[in-house]
C-alpha cells in the first residue's frame, strides 16, 4: 500500500509530466496494434498472391507484363514508399513482370504512355485522381477513344474518387484499400466504365486544342473551393473540413464573397445507340477477324498474301443501329443557372446500364454565413438532399457567363476541377464515352 500511495503522490505532484508520459504509451500500443493488423493483413494477401506466382504456366502461355506508372509526389510524397511496402510485393510473388515509370512533373503521366512497351498486358496507374485522368487522356489522345488496354488504379492519392467505388469503401483502412486493388489486377477480372471528353468551345484562341478526358467528376464552385481549402487545416485532421466552413476568406462562391456561378447549358439526352450517333461510339461496334484461310506451304508463292488476311480485320455492328431511330437524340435543350455548385459525373458508381449519361447536380445559391455551415457541409459529405436540380444527357455545353458575375475576391482565379486537376473556367462542351475503357475490379 506504501508504494501505491507514493506513486499517487508522484503523479499527483507531476501531473503533467504524467499525462505526456500517458499519452505517449498509448500512442506507442496503438501505434503497434495496428503495425500488427498490417502485418496479418499483409501476410494474407502475399500468401493469396504466391498462389498465382506458383501455379504452372504452360508453353502456350506467356509471362504477363505489367506497366506501372508511378507518381511518387502523390500523397504528399508518401505514395512511392506506400507503392513499395503494399503494393509491389504481391505483384512480384504473383509471377507478373513489373516495368516501373515515374512522373516527373505534372502532367508527365501524359507522355508517359507512349513509352510503354507494345507488348504490355496492362497498365496500371499508381496515384491519385489527376493521375488517373492524365494516363487515360495521353491513352485516348495516342490510341483512339476505345482503350484496349486494361487499366489498374492503384490508390495512392489524397483522392481516389474511382478506387472508393471499385474497391472497399471505407477510407480508415487505406491498406486493405491498397491491397484489395493490387489483387484484382492479379486476378485480371475488368469491367467497362464511362469516360467523358471536354473539349473547348472557344477553338479560335488555340491553333489546335487538344481534349481532356475524365473518369471521375467535374466540379466548379462551392464544393471544390472548401475541399481545397480544407487542405490547409490538415492539421486538425477530420475536423479541418468544419474549420474550413467557417475561415473560408473571400474566394467561395456565394453571394457575399466571389459571387454566384452563372453558366448557360446547353445539352441533349441520353441515348442508348440510334441512326444518328452510333457512329460516334466505339463502343457500339464489334471487331471479328477475317476467314483465316487454308495454311499455305512455304514454298507457296501466295503464303505472303495469305499471312496478310490473317492480320486484317472486319468492323462489324453489333446491332443494326441503322434501323434504329430516335427523334430526341439530335434535340439541344437550353437552360441559363444561377448556383453556388456545379457537380458533373458519369453513371460508374451504379450498375451498367444501357442507355450511358452525364448526370449534371445543381447545387444550392448560399447567400449568408448559416446556410454555407449547413449547405457546406453536405456539400461535402456528398448528400444530394443539397441539389436543387439535375439534369442527365449525353453531351453538356456549360458557357460561363462572366460579366455578369460579380468576382470581388483578388486571390487565385476561378477554377474547374477535372479528376481534382484545376483547369481555367472557358466555355466547354462534355461528351460521355460510354464503356470506352476498362478497369480492374474485384
Known amino acids: 500500500m506504501g508504494k501505491i500511495a507514493n506513486l499517487v503522490k508522484v503523479v499527483r505532484n507531476n501531473w503533467k509530466k504524467s499525462l505526456f508520459a500517458t499519452g505517449v504509451v498509448f500512442y506507442g500500443v496503438d501505434y503497434a496494434v495496428d503495425q500488427y493488423r498490417v502485418s496479418c493483413l499483409m501476410r494474407a494477401y502475399c500468401e493469396s498472391a504466391l498462389k498465382y506466382g506458383d501455379a504452372p504456366v504452360g508453353k502456350e502461355h506467356k509471362v504477363r507484363r505489367i ?73 485516348m489522345r495516342s490510341n483512339g477513344e476505345l482503350c484496349k488496354i486494361p487499366i489498374g488504379v492503384l490508390p495512392l492519392g489524397q483522392r481516389n474518387s474511382l478506387a472508393s467505388i471499385l474497391f472497399e469503401r471505407d477510407d480508415s483502412n487505406k491498406v486493405e484499400k491498397m491491397a484489395q486493388a493490387t489483387m484484382a489486377i492479379i486476378k485480371g477480372n475488368t469491367k467497362p466504365i464511362d469516360v467523358f471528353r471536354i473539349e473547348p468551345l472557344d477553338k479560335a484562341e488555340e491553333s489546335n486544342p487538344k481534349p481532356v478526358y475524365g473518369v471521375g467528376t467535374l466540379e466548379w464552385g462551392l464544393r471544390r473551393e472548401l475541399r481545397r481549402q480544407a487542405e490547409n487545416f490538415w492539421y486538425l485532421g477530420p475536423l479541418g473540413q468544419f474549420a474550413t466552413l467557417v475561415f473560408h476568406g473571400s474566394s467561395v462562391h456565394t453571394t457575399s464573397n466571389r459571387g454566384l456561378i452563372q453558366a448557360r447549358l446547353r445539352f441533349s439526352p441520353p441515348c442508348a445507340g440510334c441512326n444518328k450517333c452510333y457512329k460516334y461510339r466505339p463502343d457500339l461496334v464489334v471487331i471479328k477477324p477475317e476467314p483465316v484461310p487454308n495454311a499455305s506451304k512455304w514454298w507457296n508463292f501466295s503464303s505472303l498474301k495469305n499471312r496478310r488476311l490473317m492480320t486484317q480485320i472486319a468492323v462489324e455492328p453489333a446491332v443494326d443501329y441503322t434501323k434504329i431511330n430516335n427523334e430526341h437524340c439530335s434535340v439541344m435543350e437550353e437552360k441559363v443557372v444561377k448556383t453556388s455548385d456545379l457537380y458533373l459525373t458519369t453513371s460508374i458508381s451504379n450498375e451498367i446500364s444501357n442507355i450511358p449519361k452525364i448526370t449534371l447536380k445543381i447545387g444550392p445559391v448560399v447567400d449568408h454565413q ?71 475490379c474485384n
Do not use: M
Not at 80 to 94: I, R, T, V
Not at 375 to 388: A, H, I, M, R, Y
Open 370 to 440: 448559416g446556410q454555407l455551415l449547413s449547405d457546406g457541409l453536405k456539400l461535402l459529405q456528398e448528400n444530394d438532399s443539397v441539389v436543387v436540380d439535375e439534369l442527365e444527357a449525353k453531351q453538356v455545353e456549360i458557357t460561363p457567363l462572366l460579366e455578369k458575375v460579380n468576382y470581388r475576391s483578388k486571390e487565385k482565379e476561378d477554377c474547374i476541377a477535372i479528376d481534382n486537376e484545376d483547369y481555367e473556367v472557358r466555355p466547354i462542351k462534355v461528351t460521355i464515352l460510354p464503356n470506352s475503357v476498362k478497369v480492374f
Open 67 to 139: 506497366t506501372v506508372i508511378l507518381n511518387p509526389a502523390a500523397n504528399k510524397k508518401r505514395a512511392k514508399k506506400q507503392f513499395e511496402s503494399y503494393c509491389a510485393p504481391l505483384l512480384y510473388l504473383s509471377g507478373v513482370y513489373v516495368s516501373i515509370l515515374e512522373t516527373e512533373k505534372e502532367g508527365h503521366a501524359r507522355n508517359l504512355v507512349d513509352k510503354i512497351d507494345p507488348r504490355t498486358d496492362a497498365l496500371v496507374i499508381a496515384g491519385g485522381d489527376g493521375t488517373l485522368s492524365e494516363a487515360v487522356t495521353g491513352l
